[in-house]
């Protein structure tokens, strides 16, 4: 079984940065999609950034491209998330996610979840 643990969030001023991590355990972290989605209050969960197992082509949601920046260190079983110019909007719990079989963004496609970290941008 697959266990994803977030780590990192916090509260921080508009224009600030943060970085999450998400370590990986019980299963082969390089042969997995990753993903990072969020769910701000009252709203459903979305889709921000993803990384492929081995040459780590991401993509991102237009909401936060140019700003969030993803990467993964297979040798850690870690995937991280770089928050640079960071909005109120961006305020929410984020989820680590992996993809055990092929390409996808959808959260309906992910196998595995962490339980969260929770992201405040004060304006």
């Known amino acids: 079984q697959v266990q994803l643990v977030e780590s990192g969030g916090g509260l921080v001023q508009a224009g600030g940065s943060l970085r999450l991590s998400c370590a990986a355990s019980?299963?082969?972290?390089?042969?997995?999609?990753m993903g990072w989605f969020r769910q701000a209050p009252g709203k459903e969960r979305e889709f921000a950034a993803a990384?492929?197992?081995?040459?780590?082509?991401?993509y991102y949601a237009d909401s936060v491209k140019g700003r969030f920046i993803i990467s993964r260190d297979n040798a850690k079983n870690t995937v991280y998330l770089q928050m640079n110019s960071l909005k109120p909007e961006d305020t929410a719990v984020y989820y680590c996610?992996?993809?055990?079989?092929?390409?996808?963004?959808?959260?309906?496609?992910?196998?595995?979840w962490g339980k969260g970290t929770l992201v405040t941008v004060s304006s």
């Open positions: 996610a992996a993809r055990v079989d092929g390409w996808s963004t959808r959260k309906d496609d992910m196998n595995y």
């Open positions: 019980g299963g082969t972290f390089s042969s997995y999609v």
């Open positions: 990384i492929t197992q081995n040459f780590g082509s991401t």
